[in-house]
């Protein structure tokens, strides 16, 4: 599966980015789709992910501050980000697996994409 995430970009504290997650499979109401940040100089964390029947996974540092959902005609996954902080300035990747709890739990996926770059300043 290829997965190209976009929508990144330079942002003020406070203020909202949308990323959005292409994927190039057939199979993707099958799958979880997650995303997962690299903040500079630190390892990869989970942020968040969708089941393939819409329950979703939060990491307590972005709950109640992001969304992440999806369109399965599109086969898309969305991840709105809103109140944001500068440490959430990171490189953002989405990917697919099999569960989303894993992804949170274990930080399990079977596919990753080319991330994009979110800075936040403050």
């Known amino acids: 599966v290829q997965l190209q995430a976009f929508g990144g970009g330079m942002v003020q504290a406070g203020g909202s980015l949308r990323l959005s997650c292409a994927a190039s499979t057939r199979f993707f109401k099958g799958l979880a789709v997650g995303w997962f940040r690299r903040p500079p100089g630190k390892e990869r964390e989970f942020v968040a992910a969708i089941g393939r029947l819409g329950g979703t996974y939060y990491a307590d540092s972005v709950k109640g501050r992001f969304t992440v959902s999806r369109d399965n005609s599109k086969s898309t996954g969305d991840l709105q980000m809103s109140s944001l902080k500068p440490e959430d300035t990171a490189v953002y990747h989405c990917?697919?697996?099999?569960?989303?709890?894993?992804?949170?739990?274990?930080?399990?996926?079977?596919?990753w994409g080319q991330g994009t770059l979110v800075t936040v300043s403050s």
């Open positions: 990917a697919v697996g099999s569960s989303a709890q894993d992804m949170k739990t274990n930080g399990i996926f079977s596919s």
